[in-house]
T-cell receptor
Framework: EAAVTQSPRNKVTVTGGNVTLSCRQTNSHNYMYWYRQDTGHGLRLIHYSYGAGNLQIGDVPDGYKATRTTQEDFFLLLELASPSQTSLYFC?????????????FGPGTRLTVL | QQKVQQSPESLIVPEGGMASLNCTFSDRNSQYFWWYRQHSGEGPKALM?????GDKKEGRFTAHLNKASLHVSLHIKDSQPSDSALYFC???????????FGQGTSLSVVP
């Protein structure tokens, strides 16, 4: 089974702060995704990537940047954090050999912006 | 954006009972659906997928898809306390294997 790890698991910052969330997958999957999870909204796609150096915009990208430095590593950046970005963030990966491949999720990072 | 609506928001079933979760989608071109389960403190994990009209059974879990009525459901037979979790249906896109999730159903199985 695919292994996806995230760090940190919990993060507290202040409004206007700078935050980087990290994700690593060890199964050489091509595709990686960042989601946020909020009650009443399910999981919403922020950014995704199909390989090192590639970045695609998701459905709720405002206020977020992302960077895929290697096949394994995908980062989510909040450069001016706001309270509305308080959420549970998940990273996922997929090999997408079929168009409808399963996504494997990490354990999540809980971010609180005060 | 094509939406996915889940119902009910929460569901309580007795141990050994049947749990039924529902999902409606708005895009008649939707082809492929996933059910994911998320236990407290963990990330979501895929339960099963379905893309053909009709039923698909995997153990105690049966997914049903009706494209004409834009409806997909999940039925859990002989529910166990370990089935207590948040359940999401998701519409899959052929583009980058993206998923559009519903808002989730919280299932509690009580002894």
């Amino acid at each position: 089974e695919a292994a996806v790890t995230q760090s940190p698991r919990n993060k507290v910052t202040v409004t206007g702060g700078n935050v980087t969330l990290s994700c690593r997958q060890t199964n050489s999957h091509n595709y990686m995704y960042w989601y946020r999870q909020d009650t009443g909204h399910g999981l919403r796609l922020i950014h995704y990537s199909y390989g090192a150096g590639n970045l695609q915009i998701g459905d709720v990208p405002d206020g977020y940047k992302a960077t895929r430095t290697t096949q394994e590593d995908f980062f989510l950046l909040l450069e001016l954090a706001s309270p509305s970005q308080t959420s549970l963030y998940f990273c996922a990966s997929s090999d997408a050999t079929g168009f409808y491949a399963e996504q494997f999720f990490g354990p999540g990072t809980r971010l609180t912006v005060l | 954006q094509q939406k996915v609506q889940q119902s009910p928001e929460s569901l309580i079933v007795p141990e050994g009972g049947m749990a039924s979760l529902n999902c409606t989608f708005s895009d008649r071109n939707s082809q492929y659906f996933w059910w994911y389960r998320q236990h407290s403190g963990e990330g979501p994990k895929a339960l099963m997928s379905i893309f053909s009209n009709g039923d698909k059974k995997e153990g105690r879990f049966t997914a049903h898809l009706n494209k004409a009525s834009l409806h997909v459901s999940l039925h859990i037979k002989d529910s166990q306390p370990s089935d207590s979790a948040l359940y999401f249906c998701a519409r899959a896109s052929s583009s980058f294997s993206k998923l559009v999730f519903g808002q989730g159903t919280s299932l509690s199985v009580v002894p």
